[in-house]
Every structure is written in structure tokens, then in C-alpha cells.
């Protein structure tokens, strides 16, 4: 039923280097504008190089980007065509995954968007607890504590549920990306036992729990951040510096039946063979430096070298490719060439699972609040130089801001303040929540909340101008109310009594 997609005028997608992915942007806004339905035939191959009018090479580069995504895949076959697909947070995480270990960040900075996640979900929890949720909880603490080489205090059910109870999908799959990330980041430290006494995180998630189910909002969240920070004590400062280990010891495993034998049943469970040559390529990639622009090889060297089938190289090449790690490049001065990911692929995965699941206003309020304070309080906890001010109110938008909201208001001064924290989580995640201007930005802000008149323009304009000039004299108090105040205009109200935004401006020092 190719009714979902949108006729396209030949000649539409400009010579350009980014023409797949403004044509696989292209189809995801249509799947979205179609509600996402799930299973729907959105043409076949021929049909859609005609309706978009492009050549099979850009149309296949963009169907990898959008296959990434997890909104469509191509099937082949007289069945077959391009469907509409459900996504799952592991798109999202292996997005993440891939551009943190390029950036080479550490357990710390994701322990850091934790804190800041981790008490806005204890404080909503409170707020919005039933009495299913209430017989949830005490079920969870009082359950017996399972034998498991990970501590309870990283990974509890517990937190699980408390995110859930908040009834907000972009809270609960934030804090879930964030468990899954410090589960790979820690996992070689955990298989040691290096982790806090199991009785107290049992001690800990009791007074947790207690005070959600008494509804104690400003009690839980206090309790959440306490029990981060104690997360954290149980590391040594050299520990929280890790990164993402290395995957490629995986390697030799998963390429086992690669011979020609037919693989053994333990075997055809291994992880695909392509994806864990792709991580043994990134490790040695993150060794020598990342060197962009140097040539890894050709195609018949390469294949050689790691002992693999053209099919399975190649099948290598593409998730690289869709990673942003490695590129193909044809001709007697291309071959595997080393480029620089982009952490857009990572904001756009997670922006187009929440929209799959249709996260309303106040979630992404709730969730951009603390994001953008925390923000704020990284930021002037690091020391903001007078270049950092420059370039702050560079991004203030100005009066392009009718011609093009998406940019003036959102990739702007936002962006760039989660940029001065050197936190590259909390940049992803920011970046996730603007880009969800593109995804029907209607469905997330209050219909009113954009004034486009104008005096509407200047106001933002003002907002912004004035959250700048409390920074650059260090009046953390000011800016974090001249933020609110911008938020509340542009995301719909705030209530100050249920968001108890944590102060994570001496984050270590205080814990």
C-alpha cells in the first residue's frame, strides 16, 4: 500500500554528499506522518527509484540508513518490498554505543546523566504511584536477592519498575539506555565482585521504595541521588574513567563455521558475524587514534586479512558505514577510508522510537528539564572561559527563526550548552529531544507555545540573550530560573513542586 508514501518530483534530492540521508529522512517523516504503521507494503524497489527520482545506488544507501533505524527494511522476493518496521531500544543503544566509544566516553559521564535522570524518576514515581504500583514495589523489595556476578546496586529490578511507574516512555527508555551503556562500560570491573555490599543497596532501595509509596516526592529523589553517588563510591576514580571495553576478542568465536561446514546450533547463536568484525575494526580503530581519512584497505586485502567470506565483509562495510566509522570508496585512491561519526545518528534513532511510541508533551517537558538544567549546572561547575560565552551567544537564534524554527530555537543555544559540559551522553540525549522538532513537533509542545508573531520572536530572542548573560556572570540561581521560565514558554507549563530538579554541579565532590 504505497498510499504512505509522499509523490517525490525528479530531480527532488540535490547533488550533494548527504542526499541518502535526506532521502532516508525523507522516509521516516512519511512512516511517521502515516502513524507508523507497522507492516504496511511502502512500495517495491522500482516503483519508489521512479517516485523519488533517484538512482538505485543513493536509494539503497538510504534504505541501509533507514533499515538502521529500524523503520523499514527491504524485503526481497514477489512478496517483498520496502515494510514498515517496528524499532527497539537496542537501535538506539547501539547507536549510543558506537558514537561513545569513538568519543571516548566514560562510566563517570554517564553516571553523571544518572544522576540527573535517575531523581526525576523517583520524584515523578512518588507523585503518580498507585496501589498496584505501591504492591509492586514492596513485592520487589522483599524478594529474595538473586545470585548474579552484577550487583543489585547498578542493575536492580527495582529501578526498572520505579521508571516505569513514572508513566513516562522517554524517562523509563533514557534511564534503560543508560543501565544498558554502564552495564557494557563496567562489566569487566563487575565479573570481579569490584561492587558495594549487597545488604546495603538492599538498605538503600527499602528507604527508596518507602518513600515513593508514601508519596514522598522531594524524600525519593534525595534517596535516588544519595544512592548514585554511593553507586559511584564503590569505583575508584580510575574505574569511572572507563570506556567501552573492546569487543573484538568475540571475533574468532563468531566466525566459526565460515569454512564452508554448516554451522552448529550454539554457533548460529553467536552474534552476527558482521556486526562483531564491525567492533573488532572500531577497537583497532580507537587504538591507533582514530585516524580520519586513512585508507584501511582494499576490499580483497581485507577480506584476506580477517579471514572472512565477501559476503560477510561487505555485510561489514554497511553496518560501519551506517555507524559512521568507515566508508567504501571506489576507484585506484579509495578503499575502506576511516571518517568521523556523528552523534545525529544516535539522537535520531532515539527520537524516532519515541515518537514510534508516541511520547506525549509533558513526558518530553519532564525529561527536557532536567536534561537542560543539568546542563547549566555541568556547564558553570566546569567554569565557563569568556570564549564559551562568545559561543553561546553565537547560537542564540536571531530573526531566522521564522524561516526556520527547527534551527533557530532548538540546535542552537541548547545544543551548544550541553556541548561546553564535555559530557558527550548528555549531548546525545539533548540532541534526542530536539530532534523531535522534526518528527511533528505539534504532538510535543503546546499549540501556543511558539509565537510566531513578531514580538514572539523577540521574546525568545531575549530568553535566550538573558540565560546567556546570567552565565557569563556566574549567577547560577538567575539562569536556572531565566531557563525554566524559556522552557515553560516554548514546552508547555512547569510545575516547580513536581520536578525537583537535582543540583549536580559538584557532582563527585558532594558524593
Known amino acids: 500500500m504505497s498510499h504512505i508514501v509522499a509523490e517525490q518530483a525528479k530531480g527532488s534530492f540535490p547533488e550533494t554528499r548527504k542526499r541518502a540521508p535526506l532521502l532516508a529522512a525523507t522516509i521516516e517523516q512519511e512512516v511517521v506522518d ?35 533505524h529500524q523503520v523499514a527494511r527491504m524485503r526481497r522476493g514477489p512478496r517483498g518490498g520496502l515494510i514498515v518496521t517496528a524499532p527497539h531500544v537496542s537501535a538506539v543503544t547501539e547507536a549510543m554505543s558506537v558514537y561513545f566509544r569513538y568519543s571516548g566516553t566514560t562510566a563517570l559521564q554517564l553516571f553523571e546523566v544518572r544522576a540527573i535522570i535517575e531523581p526525576l524518576a523517583a520524584e515523578t514515581a512518588a507523585h503518580r504511584i498507585t496501589e498496584d504500583g505501591i504492591e509492586r514495589l514492596r513485592h520487589l523489595i522483599n524478594a529474595p ?29 533514557f534511564l534503560d539506555v543508560i543501565n544498558r551503556l ?17 545488604e546495603q543497596g538492599r538498605s538503600v532501595h527499602a528507604e527508596l521504595a518507602q518513600a515513593i509509596m508514601e508519596g514522598d516526592a522531594v524524600q525519593a529523589g534525595w534517596l535516588a541521588r544519595q544512592h548514585v553517588f554511593s553507586m559511584m563510591d564503590g569505583f575508584s576514580d580510575e574505574d569511572l574513567q572507563a570506556t567501552a571495553p573492546s569487543s573484538s576478542g ?18 548460529a547463536q553467536n552474534p552476527k558475524m558482521a556486526a562483531v568484525l564491525a ?29 572472512v567470506s565477501r559476503a560477510v565483509f561487505r555485510e561489514t562495510v554497511r553496518v560501519l558505514e551506517h555507524h559512521g566509522v568507515a ?26 522510537l519515541l515518537e514510534y511510541h508516541h511520547v506525549q508533551a509533558e513526558e518530553v517537558r519532564e525529561l527536557r528539564m532536567a536534561l537542560e538544567l543539568g546542563c547549566l549546572d555541568l556547564a558553570l561547575a566546569k567554569g565557563l572561559s569568556p570564549a564559551d560565552i562568545t559561543s553561546l551567544t553565537d547560537a542564540t537564534p536571531d530573526s531566522r527563526i521564522n524561516e526556520d524554527p527547527d534551527v533557530g530555537m532548538c540546535n542552537g543555544l541548547h545544543l551548544q550548552l550541553a556541548e561546553l559540559t564535555g559530557n558527550p551522553a548528555l549531548q546525545v540525549f539533548s540532541s534526542s529531544l530536539m530532534s523531535l522538532w522534526r518528527f511533528r513537533a505539534k504532538n510535543f509542545y503546546h499549540p501556543r507555545a511558539i509565537d510566531q508573531t513578531a514580538a514572539g520572536v523577540q521574546r525568545i530572542i531575549d530568553e535566550h540573550a538573558g540565560i546567556v548573560s546570567a552565565l557569563a556572570t556566574n549567577d547560577r540561581p538567575v539562569a536556572r530560573r531565566r531557563m525554566i521560565t524559556h522552557i515553560d514558554h516554548t514546552g508547555g507549563s512547569y510545575q516547580p513542586r513536581q520536578l525537583q530538579v537535582p543540583d549536580i554541579g559538584s557532582l563527585r565532590e558532594s558524593s
Open 145 to 173: 536477592i538473586p545470585t548474579t556476578a552484577l550487583p543489585r546496586e547498578l542493575f536492580d529490578p527495582l529501578h526498572a519498575a520505579i521508571a516505569e511507574l513514572t508513566n513516562n516512555f522517554a524517562l523509563s527508555l
Open 250 to 267: 568475540q571475533l574468532g568465536v563468531a566466525l566459526e563455521g565460515q569454512t564452508g561446514r554448516p554451522a552448529s546450533t550454539s554457533q
Open 34 to 68: 502515516a502513524g507508523w504503521p507497522v507492516g504496511e507494503h511502502m512500495g517495491f524497489e522500482k516503483d519508489l527509484l521512479e517516485r523519488y527520482g533517484v538512482g538505485r545506488a543513493l536509494f539503497r544507501e538510504a534504505i541501509r540508513i533507514v533499515e538502521q
Open 182 to 198: 554502564l552495564t557494557q562500560f563496567l562489566a569487566p570491573l563487575l565479573q570481579v565482585g569490584h561492587s558495594p555490599t549487597i
Open 279 to 307: 567492533s573488532r575494526i572500531e577497537d583497532e580503530l580507537i587504538t591507533s587514534g582514530w585516524p580520519l581519512g586513512h585508507r584501511i584497505g582494499f576490499e580483497p586485502e581485507l577480506i584476506e586479512t580477517y579471514g
Open 327 to 352: 566508508r567504501m570508496k571506489m576507484g585506484p585512491s579509495g578503499g575502506l577510508v576511516v571518517t568521523k561519526p556523528s552523534p545525529s545518528l544516535a539522537s535520531q534513532a532515539t527520537a524516532l
